[in-house]
């Protein structure tokens, strides 16, 4: 049975290939609701532990910085 040009197996495929898309999200969203759930039991850390953002502009700054001054005492620029 031809059905807008693709055949009956074809059909089937794509119907298995849905079928195992949906179990996986669902599958993903229980995961994420079970994490949900267990998170109020964890208590949360105290402010005065938690790690300060890494700000990548000023690492990388700094690091400039450092290499250049390690240039200038080893005499590579004259």
């Not at 990548?56 to 200038?72: A, F, H, P, V």
């Amino acid at each position: 049975m031809t059905f807008y040009g693709e055949t009956m197996e074809n059909r089937k495929k794509i119907a298995a290939a849905t079928t195992a898309v949906m179990n996986y999200i669902t599958t993903e969203e229980e995961a994420v609701c079970v994490q949900t759930m267990a998170a109020p039991a964890v208590e949360p850390i105290p402010e005065a532990y938690a790690a300060a953002p890494v700000k990548l502009w000023g690492m990388s700054g700094r690091q400039t910085q450092m290499q250049i001054r390690n240039m200038m005492q080893m005499k590579t620029f004259k």
